[in-house]
């Protein structure tokens, strides 16, 4: 896998897991009615987007690493290939 490929599946894997986490611990202001004119009582309170971003490049990182393991010209696949087609001859 060439590096367009690892940003590539990167980014990939971070958009994805960014969305999973936006939902997670969110508070809003439903109970607050009184100030509809001013915010969305939709909003919530405290995303904590940075914590997020923090989470999602980690995990990101973590489940990258394992796939460009597997997907690696001399990974897991191709250990396994040589495993059980050791003599084949081509």
């Known amino acids: 896998m060439g590096i367009t490929g690892s ?18 611990n969110i508070q809003n ?3 607050k009615v009184d100030n ?3 915010e969305d009582p939709g909003a919530p309170n405290n995303p904590q987007i ?26 897991f696949l191709m250990y396994i290939i040589n495993l059980f087609y050791t003599d084949e001859v081509i």
């Open 29 to 31: 202001n439903k109970k």
């Open 50 to 75: 940075f914590l997020k971003f923090a989470f999602t490049t980690f995990i990101s990182l973590i489940l990258w690493g394992i796939i460009y393991w597997i997907l690696n010209d001399d990974g």
């Open 36 to 38: 509809v004119g001013i």
């Open 7 to 24: 940003i590539i599946l990167f980014l990939l894997i971070w958009w994805i897991i960014f969305f999973i986490s936006l939902p997670l």
